[in-house]
């Protein structure tokens, strides 16, 4: 479809490459191209394929771990600031196409908060904000600054995004030596985004839920990616035992279960996830309304990701739609206002359905466009 | 879930029973309760099984054939204007749960877009117009007047009910004595509802968007029950087999597919048929915004519909909401205004998500609300 | 995948155009290629296709309606004699690679069974029996002959195909000229593949089933295309609505479900339909068992069924292969046997699951095998 | 359904109590009814509910963590004998409705593996083992032996579950104190069977198949409960992400996938996760043969569990045959021979399908069993 939108979409500075090797994710080779090119570059490469694969809208972001990599609170800040100010600067060089996430140092509450006003206020382009899982404090990087403590210390946090209308992206990033050591060293290739990244970012978000951070905050909204972090497949599990009696002292609303945040404090997306069966599971657990495309460029490639939702996946024209462009616009509303401007649109102005057998051509529904050869992709 | 609102309800006048023997579909104890006497009730027996089931709203309609099965154009027509008269009369006494779809005579396309016209400018309560399937016409009720002609004789009609913003629910009836003979008459079980019924009445609106109708007049609304008539579940071989070389014919727009139309012009219901797995295919195919449930009372049990509906369809909470009431607001948009009001309302409202396990109870997720025995339904 | 099986595959005779004009189906362009030059080729295209799909069989049977258009009861079994002795002269020269179904007259059951017999203990290469719904009778062509009638009188022809372990593929075919007169002529696109053909065979069926043909023949297995002539997705309603109380006639067990028969004696194709959600609405209602792949060539393209099929039904590797190939030697037991001596394959055996990438490729799930270009088919 | 096969299904020995206090898991009426009564019995309320509710078969296991949560390697030993001869012990008193699951320390996979074949070869009524997530060594219980590490260690106890044909069932168990601190304090709510148990269990799993146990060991059988513990819903992503030229170290075959083993090697059952969405993702990722009914009582009821899978689970009455019963004896093969002897079952035997409906009631597909009334459970 034409006019899709992608929210999970890295983009780096070399001075982020100092708070973690991106390059130890990737030797050449193993992603496909230069990652860190591909990381470097926004008017380029990415916006030629964007416009090759109906890719309307990227909303940016800086790669993981960014500020939640570096231990120390006072650099965590300036790299925050220092992003933010290249990210600005570079959307505003193409507003229709591209939008950013905030970064912000979660080593203190009210900073980041600040930091997010800034970036909201101050500078352009801004549509949301990105956190990469917890906060690395301490010497040895093994301290873990989490958002849902019981002395509800990063409220101060959720107050301005919520304040400020800004949508928060959860994004994963990778254990701590501690953990690494304890839990994964024996299967490192599990540790990352094969499975590691989801469960400690999905044990994270389903903390903040849990703890009643979406409850204090009504209109705050959390999005994660990778097709919900497991959560939607286990979300009956999830909501059977936590068992009030049990554990009296968890804080999410008594008459609420976690399965009712979804479609209007809690999202998900596609990112790096494209699977048919799970797009179609998340669907019947969190509903339309909760499901937003993402690639996770460039970790993921462009043109997969796009043949993949556009020619692929089983839905009805009108949810393609919600879910390729409208749901996001819905929930990152500044899309549709300031430099962006972008507005929702109708299947039909997405390319989605209609005839298009040309004149020479035989009937729809045609997987492959040749009677008698099977094509190859070339 | 609570504020269901239904489409498909039937309703009756003793005269209609001059026109089709309703006691022939249904000998007492076939289906449940006196069907006669239900389909006279509206505010008694109904009305608290409205109650007891979640049932916000049922939009009534005259039990087919209604005038379709009346072949003289004079009393077709008197049959029509006596059921809305009295329809109104009926509606207006508790419109806050009852509407009324109109009753046409489609002998003449003119007089019936005049008595549409009456309905909704002279008469309260009305919402849709419901025509049951092709006019019968001739002395030996074998002649049958279609919609979709190709002299586009029935434009006037359509013209009205676009103009009117009127949403036409097509629905079904039975075979004329030839065709019966020739098709239905060695397996007559199969002649009715479990087959015939959705053979001819798909026919026939296929027949209405493949001619043209919706693209001649795009903001009319055309709305089938029974999960679709098997049309869903078709969809890609009924597009793929429309060939426009092959039938250069067919008036519908070159450049679209039936599959456009849906939850655009085109729309489905729930009615008689209450299978979770065609309810999944049917999402899949037509989208959450085409399907609507309802009921087909009183040849369907309230309970049961409902029941399914309540407990036993897997899908998200605000999807099941949308189906469930707020899709029939966006299509039937007089619910929401005159003596109807009616709002669209969100899950909690409608009872559906929440934690409903009491302080005695255990946990969430109970199919069946008690540890150790098994509960029998009494 | 590797090794498929087909079985509604559609081969012709020039004597058979007689009976029908093929031609009127796809003037020259409609369908791809030469429908004419494809329907009498065996062993040039068509093998060459098959091999380039991954088709290791295919089960031929005359184009429809074979014997069942000629109303002439001496002509239509004639036709069938000389159609099964071509086909078997055929089939001789490659039983790797084709096999056939027995085409038979319907006009007298007993000679039915005796050309049947003949296909299975005098020719080579016969797996089953294919007949084109009604037989046509009558000098105005207007007299169907069905299978389910009351009296009986096609036992015969099914006590046969019992004993002879022979499955019977119940192919669709056109109206009668009075039929289509009545319920078609208005939108004759609709009259053939896209509507009209589900709409006759599936009742056909229906009546056969209902009429208690397979209770008093258990061992009888009956075959239905097109993803089951729109009958999975409105099983639920036809059984809710085959009131026995209603229907005292009907001739099914009393005890049994139409739904029952799936997997064990009825089974459905997937020729012609080459939808996600209806394939996964059909195992859902009918189970895995009771579904195998087709294609119905030359009507349909084998590279677009096999792409579908290969590359973007979203089910498991096992589910996969059995509905690809293993089903079909469950219920084509020939197939295993004689000059056949087709095997069960695993998924690795047909090429399904693996890790397809090279070395030089990057990961596993690639929709578009490269990395920064979207690869149109060529 | 009769006939049900439930296998992984707790029980206990007083002695068992002192390694973990199950009661912590379950303060009373947390849980429904007594959870150390319900542990300690076999042959009274287990059974007479199974009665009630159509279980066949419970195939017993010791509760988790038993000798996994023993520090002490003769300790370790001594309970896990000990619970095998007990097991022993009581299932002799009833064979045709109780089987184990052996245990055994995992302290040293020699003297595991010599335990397992003196269960299978010495005592009567085992038909698999159970080991529960990763064994606990170390003073302050913060070690954690895993079953895939890189020094194969553990090849000595896969070869003997190999060779006895005996499938291994991974149960989940609590984090150690280490990890619990580190991740799970701030939200202990998540870390036991909300969500901790399959972050750590389908961790260690999938190190168990991508370290190459399953390649080493190619008969060798691995069954997973609570709906796969994550993995069918990211199956895409996991061997999308298992990178082999990122991870050259990773043992599993290298043409291989994850999603490759199951059905063949690798199972998943139901317990505790009664979703249908999940379900119907689990049979679409990993195919219905690989997909097995469970209960986990007595931490989830027999009835709720019975009722879903009996009333609500939409899939065809052959697959819920086969993923309630027939696929254990598949797997579990001593199910049916010894004193078990259990044999598959046909829908009908199991009572599935079928018209239901007496004489005096109406028509198939009552979801409420009664015309008028709302039934409640009672």
Known sequence: MLGKIALEEAWAIPENFKAYDVSSLAPKGVIGGDLIANLLDIHGTRLTQMDQNGVDMMVLSLSSPGPQGVTDPGE???????????????????????????????????????????CFTELAGFVGVIINDYQSAGTDKNTMLFYDTADRRYDAFWAVAEELECPVYLHPREATPLIFDEMWKERPWLAFSALGYAHRVGMHALGIVTSGVLDRFP???????????????????????????????MGMARDKLVRDYFGEQLFITTSGHFSTPALLCAMQEVGRDAVMFSIDYPFESIPNASVWFDEHV?????????????????????LTTGPHGLAEKSPRECGVGGLKAAAGEVEYGLYNKNWDTRLERQ
Do not use: W
């Open 314 to 334: 089983p839905i009805s024209n009108r949810d393609l739609v919600d879910i390729g462009r409208n749901n996001a616009l819905r929930v990152f509303k500044r």
């Open 219 to 249: 209109r705050l909204k959390l999005v994660i990616g990778h097709m919900g972090e497991h959560i939607p497949y286990d979300l009956y599990r999830i909501d059977h035992k936590l068992n009030r009696a049990r554990f009296p002292g």
């Open 76 to 118: 965590a800040e300036q790299l925050a600031r220092l992003a933010n100010d290249r990210l600005a600067g570079e959307v505003v060089k193409n507003p229709a196409r591209f939008a950013g996430l905030a970064s912000v140092s979660m080593h203190d509450p009210v900073q980041a908060g600040a930091e997010l006003r800034r």
